[in-house]
């Protein structure tokens, strides 16, 4: 079993729809919860992040993590063909010597 | 956030030649880390570098292959030694900041090798 799940897609929506992304994970210790939007041909690009349990809103873009079921969330409302894009899920723990864990990315495409 | 500069952004190399890559940051930190995302894929960790002492690599990665100098805390280079078209990829310096285990990434280096 894989520490982080995310399904690959592609994930094809029309413009203006909600996007749901979503990663499991099976450690409990992790403790930051991070997505990354990555354009083609560009490094990966901090979204959006949260520690520990709960919600977090930026815009268009929520973030939320559920420790108790080992699943992360990312909402984009009103969705645009600009954010078509790779979003990778991440997750790390604060103590010295552990790694960052990076999901697969899932592949998204917004039609105008 | 840390702003990272890598160069070059793409090359295209001959079979057997070496290739060193670039990460600047405007900032000092401690950790910086070199990945290989391939086409399609996720990224997979290659070393991780801290200033002072040798890098860190993962199973896989060998310092002959891919040596790694950290000579102070804004810079870091990659080299891509030996390279044969199993090595192209596009690769990746990131930093951390601060006590959080939150990376910045670079644009990354496209390399293709004939």
């Known amino acids: 079993q894989k520490e982080v799940e995310q399904d690959p897609g592609p994930l094809s929506v029309p413009e203006g729809a909600i996007v749901s992304l979503n990663c499991t994970y099976s450690?409990?210790?992790?403790?930051?919860f991070m997505w990354y939007r990555q354009y083609s041909r560009k490094g990966p690009e901090l979204l959006m992040y949260?520690?520990?349990?709960g919600n977090k809103e930026d815009g268009r873009f929520t973030a939320q993590v559920d420790k108790s079921s080992k699943y992360i969330s990312l909402f984009i409302r009103d969705s645009q063909p600009s954010d078509s894009a790779t979003y990778l899920c991440?997750?790390?723990?604060?103590?010295?010597?552990?790694?960052?864990?990076f999901g697969a990315g899932t592949r998204l495409f917004v039609k105008a | 956030s840390a702003v990272i500069s890598q160069k070059p952004s793409r090359d295209i190399c001959q079979r057997g030649t070496s290739l060193t890559i670039q990460c600047q940051v405007d900032?000092?930190?401690?950790?910086m880390f070199w990945y290989r995302q391939q086409p399609g894929q996720s990224l997979t960790l290659i070393a991780t570098?801290?200033?002072?002492?040798?890098?860190?690599?993962e199973s896989g990665f060998v310092i002959d292959k891919f040596p790694i100098s950290r000579p102070n805390l804004t810079f870091s280079t990659l080299t891509v030694s030996n390279m044969s078209p199993e090595d192209s990829s596009i690769y990746l310096c990131?930093?951390?900041?601060?006590?959080?285990?939150?990376?910045?990434f670079g644009a990354g280096t496209r390399l293709s090798v004939l």
């Open positions: 570098a801290n200033q002072g002492s040798e890098a860190t690599y």
């Open positions: 990131s930093v951390e900041e601060g006590t959080r285990d939150i990376q910045y």
């Open positions: 450690n409990s210790a992790f403790q930051y």
């Open positions: 991440a997750m790390s723990r604060n103590t010295g010597g552990f790694k960052t864990i």
């Open positions: 949260t520690y520990s349990s």
């Open positions: 900032s000092q930190v401690t950790m």
